[in-house]
């Protein structure tokens, strides 16, 4: 088990020393691991969007053609894509990743009321991720495992089984779409907030960013680390 | 679920500790709800069921979801279970043969190799189906009504040779091949069509001309029909080659 100390704190501010002013200092956000998990899942999601988008659409199948390597290229990455959690979920680097899984399934009441009024959102005692955040991820890891077995029954399944490949086909082609406007809205949302898009890259974010958006995340990172430095 | 000591360090379990300061999140932890995996099983459950039952969904929501979707136009092939055709192309593009010079040349192992154009095909005794086309991945365009010639007339009129026993197809493109044996080949049901949707087969369904084989896969009807080869053995075809069944018949059996 690594220090929570080492994984979640700035090296630039040891709290300890307590004199670096506090707008300047950072904290870890996604470790390496997380940060590798996202975005070989994110290339592997937009290529399979791109080339789904080629064999369904007609215009575009008519427009690029080559459908053999377009469906190939679509299966090998559909078949990857859950590569990269898997793996990032199977060694000892997995604890960063294995508690923010774990806030995405836990929801408190700062997540309800996160949807329910806009105005009143900077004032909710947020987690790590607001309710938005944490319904995207849930949506995203069920479409992706379902999507996965659906595509392999329309690639693989026997021709006796052609009645499970017409629904397999259905829920494929409605997923596609729900895909298309999750992902569509999380790209514009985090090129629209630099913060936290950066720290999608670089892993950490500003103190000051934590404690405005995500105060009982910032609250749980330094209590965890008080409890260690006893 | 109870908290696993090993994965999760979060205060929530440190509400004794002097001196955490984490009075606000350990209140909130406090109310959870695992709204998270309830999402993803709610999805899975759902797609299961869409699995299952989707093929009697398509049926009988398929023919309302058509009309939305044919008043959208173009959009309406978009929709999911709008029973809308999807264009295949192996190639850059999709060649586009001139009705008026088109050619079907059938020789190989026959008396009289053939060589026929459009009015040549259409002087022959033609044939009505009304057939739903069936994607091997699953998708399908119920009631389409095609018209042609059956190849098994084609065959009479070049005259099979002894020995034969299959027959192999040739797409304009230069890339998409097929096969059939000589039997599958003489089923009534196996068109050279040349209208489709009760018109002439457009250029992205295949045409001038191209083959219909109501009882197998879609990928069997190959498109943009240039060639067909009267041989002696099955030579499996474009997406044979890519892993799909030489003998394509719809449900696993012949009919």
Redesign the interface.
């Known amino acids: 088990?690594t220090d929570?100390a080492v994984t979640e704190s700035s090296p630039h501010t040891p709290a300890e020393a307590g004199g670096a002013p506090e707008d300047r200092s950072e904290v870890v956000r996604f470790d390496v691991n997380e940060r590798v998990v996202h975005w070989t899942t994110a290339v592997l999601m937009l290529t399979l969007i791109f080339t789904g988008a080629v064999?369904?659409?007609?215009?575009l199948?008519?427009a690029i053609?080559?459908?053999?390597t377009v469906?190939?290229i679509h299966v090998i990455c559909g078949i990857a894509l859950l590569v990269p959690l898997v793996l990032g979920l199977a060694g000892p680097w997995?604890?960063l990743l294995?508690?923010d899984?774990?806030r995405?399934?836990?929801?408190?009441?700062?997540?309800f009321d996160w949807f329910r009024s806009r105005g009143r959102r900077k004032a909710l005692?947020r987690?790590k991720f607001n309710g938005g955040q944490?319904?995207e991820?849930?949506?995203l890891?069920?479409?992706m495992?379902?999507t996965l077995?659906?595509g392999l029954?329309?690639?693989y399944a026997?021709?006796?089984w052609?009645?499970?490949?017409?629904?397999?086909?259905?829920?494929h082609?409605?997923?596609?779409?729900a895909i298309v406007i999750a992902v569509g809205a999380h790209i514009v949302i985090a090129l629209s907030r630099p913060d936290q898009l950066v720290s999608m890259m670089r892993g950490r974010i500003s103190r000051v960013w934590a404690r405005e958006h995500s105060?009982?995340?910032l609250?749980?990172i330094?209590?965890?680390r008080?409890?260690r430095g006893? | 679920m109870p908290d696993r000591p090993t994965d999760d360090t979060m205060p929530a379990r440190l509400p004794d500790v002097p001196g955490a300061t984490t009075p606000r999140s350990g209140r909130a932890r406090d109310r959870t709800v695992h709204v998270g995996r309830r999402t993803v099983l709610g999805i899975l459950g759902l797609t299961g069921v869409g699995i299952g039952a989707g093929a009697k969904l398509d049926s009988v929501v398929g023919p309302a979801l058509t009309r939305v979707g044919s008043s959208l136009g173009g959009l309406g092939a978009l929709l999911p279970g709008a029973n809308g055709f999807r264009y295949y192309t192996i190639t850059n593009s999709y060649p586009k043969l001139a009705r008026d010079t088109y050619r079907l040349s059938v020789t190989g192992m026959v008396d009289h190799p053939l060589t026929l154009s459009l009015a040549d095909l259409r002087s022959m005794p033609r044939t009505d189906l009304v057939h739903t086309f069936q994607c091997v991945t699953g998708w399908r365009v119920p009631d389409v009504h095609w018209q042609g010639v059956k190849l098994a007339d084609v065959l009479a009129r070049a005259g099979v040779q002894p020995g034969a026993t299959a027959l192999r197809f040739f797409s304009g493109d230069g890339a998409y091949t097929e096969s059939l044996t000589l039997a599958q080949a003489r089923l009534p049901d196996v068109l050279v069509a040349d209208k489709m949707l009760a018109a002439d087969v457009t250029t992205q369904h295949g045409g001038p001309v191209r083959m219909y084989i109501a009882p197998m896969y879609g990928y069997k009807s190959i498109k943009w029909l240039d060639r067909i080869v009267v041989t002696n053995r099955v030579v499996p075809g474009y997406w044979e080659d890519n892993g799909y069944p030489v003998d394509a018949w719809i449900g696993g059996t012949q009919p």
């Open positions: 088990m929570l064999l369904y659409i007609p215009t199948s008519l053609g080559n459908r053999g469906e190939q997995r604890h294995v508690r899984l774990r995405v399934d836990r929801w408190g009441r700062s997540d005692e987690d944490k319904l991820a849930a949506f890891g069920a479409a495992v379902a077995v659906t029954i329309m690639r026997p021709s006796s052609i009645n499970w490949a017409t629904g397999a086909t259905l829920v082609d409605t997923l596609f779409w105060a009982a995340w609250d749980e330094d209590g965890a008080t409890v006893r």
